[in-house]
């Protein structure tokens, strides 16, 4: 299964709303979750059944969709929340990743 | 707490071998699978091998099908990688990443494997 996300570059200004996509190739249900990735570090699991935070996740973030859209929504961007993030699908081996999407400060 | 500590990344010259381990503390570690992901320089992530919490189940990407080796020694809460038959296109920061669920819950920090001559 084929992970498309978009943009690949997204430039928001703190205090804005930041909205992630992630396209399936092919339903993958809700089997979908989302990871934060900063400069040096490992990623970090932020979603996972497409919408349940992880542990000690902020409420800022929300995560939707089912079947092959799936959308990341950060409502207000605080100046640590300029990372990359993946989505990647738990539907089908192998478990595919998204290409990432670059969060950057405008 | 979860801890995940990977080890055994290096210089190796193509078609050499590697040995990766990854040392698990802070749950029950033969309950879980537990998974390789990569990140090539500058590049997204890539899954590589799973295995599952006994070790009786093992899958692979294409990518390294035939060529890598995934294991675990339950008794002593450590995951294993050895890599044969390297290529250049195998340098990457290597992690460990446990799964509780369907999903990548912790991470290691990485080890970061460079395959050149």
């Known amino acids: 299964i084929v992970m498309t996300q978009s943009p690949a570059t997204l430039s928001v200004s703190p205090g804005e709303r930041a909205t992630l996509s992630c396209r399936a190739s092919q339903s993958v249900s809700n089997y979908l979750a989302w990871y934060q990735q900063k400069p040096g570090q490992a990623p970090r699991l932020l979603f996972y059944g497409a919408s349940t935070r992880a542990t000690g996740i902020p409420v800022r973030f929300s995560g939707s969709g089912s079947g092959t859209e799936f959308t990341l929504t950060i409502s207000s961007l605080q100046s640590e929340d300029f990372a990359v993030y993946y989505c990647?699908?738990?539907?089908?081996?192998?478990?595919?990743f998204g290409q990432g999407t670059k969060l950057e400060i405008k | 707490e979860v801890q995940l500590v990977e080890s055994g990344g290096g210089l190796v010259q193509p078609g050499g071998s590697l040995r990766l381990s990854c040392a698990a503390s802070g749950f029950t570690f033969s309950t879980y699978a537990i998974n390789w992901v990569r990140q090539a320089p500058g590049k997204g992530l890539e899954w590589v091998s799973a295995v599952s919490g006994n070790g009786g189940r093992t899958y692979y990407a294409d990518s390294v099908k035939g060529r890598f080796t995934i294991s675990r020694d339950n008794s002593k809460n450590t995951l294993y990688l050895q890599m044969n038959s390297l290529r250049a296109e195998d340098t990457a920061i290597y992690y460990c990443a446990v799964m509780m669920n369907y999903y990548f819950d912790h991470w290691g920090q990485g080890t970061l494997v460079t395959v050149s001559s």
């Open positions: 990647q699908q738990s539907n089908n081996w192998p478990y595919t």
